[in-house]
């Protein structure tokens, strides 16, 4: 997927879908024939945000598809994820990655005295979707992740317009941290996945700062704002997915944490793939420390960017 494409796809979002506008206007038919006319539209709006937020997939799993694994099965899934050997990414190396990470040229970003990673998505997104899996390979190299929790990508928002790759396992950042010696990770999921009738766009979550909107505002002004936006040192930008979401579509959790120790699964040539190009930027920034993770793939691969 190219950071256009990724951007068009994102752009499309608001596409009128007639088949769910229809079913809806039936549901509202019937609520009349049934409830006094004061009454009718408060009904009908409580049970549209019902309908839209249980078909978007809360966390830890939704109506559409698989749940989500919790308790053992949670820590262990997040385990594989974390835990990919290096020979395995080694492997896979450049994979069948559309869209890798380039170069820019800015002031280095930093945060705690260390180089910074900024990312800004948002939950309903399945490009983010697609590419917090990698995200979370890579950055697991150089630090410990926390607060990870399973979600899924949106089916459609608040006005009932579909969103691509609806229901895509996924995680999210908005509750979780990296501790890490060599960067910092400044995740901002702007959005919910839960739609909002009110604004026909989806829940607000997090909101970004002056200083990070002048930064998408500046390196993302060529994809109209497209995400997810990854942000490296100000060094190497990422923009859209790096590859196409529809690999991960009717998956668990679990089959993707699992194929990704596979290095001959479609899932672990697009996810590795994708996070060896993140690591490889990550390494730039770092100082090729740790060496455990800047392996002289990943610096090869870096010279690609």
């Known amino acids: 997927m190219s950071r256009v494409g990724a951007a068009r796809h994102e752009g499309d979002r608001r596409a009128k879908i007639a088949a769910q506008r229809a079913s809806a206007q039936r549901v509202q038919v019937r609520n009349r024939l049934l409830l006094a006319g004061g009454a009718i539209a408060v009904v009908v709006a409580v049970v549209l945000v019902i309908v839209f937020a249980g078909i978007t997939g809360s966390p830890g799993g939704g ?6 694994p919790t308790g053992n099965a949670l820590a262990q899934t997040i385990s594989q994820l974390t835990t990919v050997p290096v ?3 080694d492997a896979v190396g450049a994979g ?3 869209s890798p ?3 820019i040229t800015g002031t280095p970003l930093t945060s705690a005295g260390k180089p910074e990673m900024l990312y800004m998505g948002a939950e309903y997104c399945p490009y983010c979707a697609a590419e917090r899996w990698a995200m979370i390979v890579a950055l697991s190299r150089f630090g410990t992740f926390t607060g990870l929790r399973t979600i899924r990508s949106a089916v459609a928002d608040g006005a009932g317009n579909a969103e691509p790759y609806p229901n895509t396992p996924t995680w999210t950042f908005a509750k979780a941290s990296l501790a890490s010696a060599y960067l910092t990770f400044t995740p901002v999921e702007t959005e919910t996945n839960i739609p909002d009738p009110a604004t026909g766009g989806y829940t607000p979550l997090q909101t970004p700062t002056a200083a990070q909107q002048a930064l998408l505002d500046k390196y993302d002004a060529a994809n109209q704002g497209a995400i997810p936006f990854i942000d490296l040192g100000n060094k190497y930008l990422s923009v859209g997915a ?3 979401p529809a690999v991960l579509s009717g998956l668990t959790w679990s089959q993707i944490a699992a194929d990704m120790h596979n290095p001959a699964t479609p899932v672990a040539k697009s ?3 994708t996070a060896n190009y993140l690591t490889a930027a990550i390494c730039g920034l770092t100082g090729d420390q740790p060496a455990t993770a800047c392996t002289p793939a990943m610096k090869a691969l870096r010279a690609k960017i």
């Open 96 to 98: 069948t990655v559309s």
């Open 271 to 273: 996810v590795l793939g």
């Open 87 to 89: 020979a395995t990414s």
């Open 242 to 244: 790096s590859y196409n």
């Open 101 to 103: 990470p380039g170069s």
């Open 63 to 68: 109506a559409a598809g698989p749940a989500a």
